[in-house]
């Protein structure tokens, strides 16, 4: 059976794909882009879920987990069940509690457990790398070969056997849409730059997976065709999570036209 190991970046469609895993009873593993590091996993028990977090703990540095049985079926256009959505709550808010978690090199103690999951998303840290998601800096330590963690060996050689896919936009404008109404939005020009860093980043994974011999696709998030690149018999929507995570903005035209008249000049 073929497994999946998805390239994803800043608005690359994660959430979708992961409902989509679920609508079709498969297994799932997200790992954390920023640090700290923690992941999250999925397996279907029957019509429900199993959820497993792993992290390494802030002081002693061992590696920790929490176990949850959730039933996901009502649940798959629900953007409260989003990536860092975690049972306890923290802050009045159920997310994961970061504040107790470091990033080390215990945490490959479960990454043979990450590795059995049909889909795994943002795998940056498997070659050892984390930091703030698409930023130049983390782009930059990859093409540099500096990574900040030492993962085992042989996951190179366990993501080679994987079907390894790089979701990219073709539809800037949709993509600047997306993050001008995204929550917790910067001002126009950060924005901006966080824009072209991701599509700067989309365009650079391939020369990254080539160095390690990872045989990768590249998928259309516009076009591309979910149910015969992932192997699925039922497919959501394409646009049925398009609107869970916007944020009402009343100058979202005007900032996206701005950002092409850029866009095309640059």
């Not at 970046?9 to 979708?16: A, I, M, N, R």
């Not at 920790?64 to 009045?92: A, S």
Request: some cysteine; aromatic content about 14%; proline content about 6%.
């Amino acid at each position: 059976m073929t497994m999946y190991t998805y390239f994803s970046s800043v608005k690359s469609g994660k959430f979708l794909l992961r409902n989509n895993f679920w609508l079709n009873r498969k297994s799932c593993g997200y790992l954390s882009i920023t640090n700290p590091l923690w992941c999250v996993l999925t397996k279907p028990i029957g019509k429900l879920d199993k959820l497993e977090w792993y992290w390494t703990d802030k002081d002693t540095h061992e590696l920790q987990k929490h176990e949850y049985i959730l039933d996901t079926r009502d649940k798959l256009t629900d953007g409260h069940y989003y990536e860092i959505w975690f049972p306890k709550k923290h802050r009045g808010v159920n997310i994961i509690n970061r504040d107790v978690m470091s990033s080390h090199d215990n945490f490959f103690q479960c990454v043979d457990t990450i590795l059995e999951r049909d889909l795994i998303t943002c795998p940056y840290a498997l070659l050892g790398y984390t930091g703030s998601p698409c930023s130049e800096k983390m782009l930059q330590n990859m093409l540099n070969n500096k990574p900040n963690l030492n993962p085992p060996p042989h996951i190179i050689e366990e993501l080679k056997k994987r079907k390894n896919i790089i979701p990219y936009k073709e539809n800037i404008e949709h993509l600047a849409y997306n993050f001008f109404t995204a929550e917790g939005r910067f001002p126009f020009e950060q924005q901006c730059e966080w824009i072209n860093l991701t599509i700067k980043f989309q365009k650079t994974l391939p020369v990254i997976l080539q160095r390690y011999n990872i045989p990768y696709e590249m998928f259309s998030l516009d076009t591309g065709d979910y149910a015969a690149t992932f192997g699925l018999d039922k497919t959501l929507p394409r646009d049925s999570s398009d609107t869970l995570f916007r944020v009402p903005n009343p100058d979202a035209d005007k900032e996206v036209k701005k950002y092409m008249d850029l866009y095309h000049t640059s």
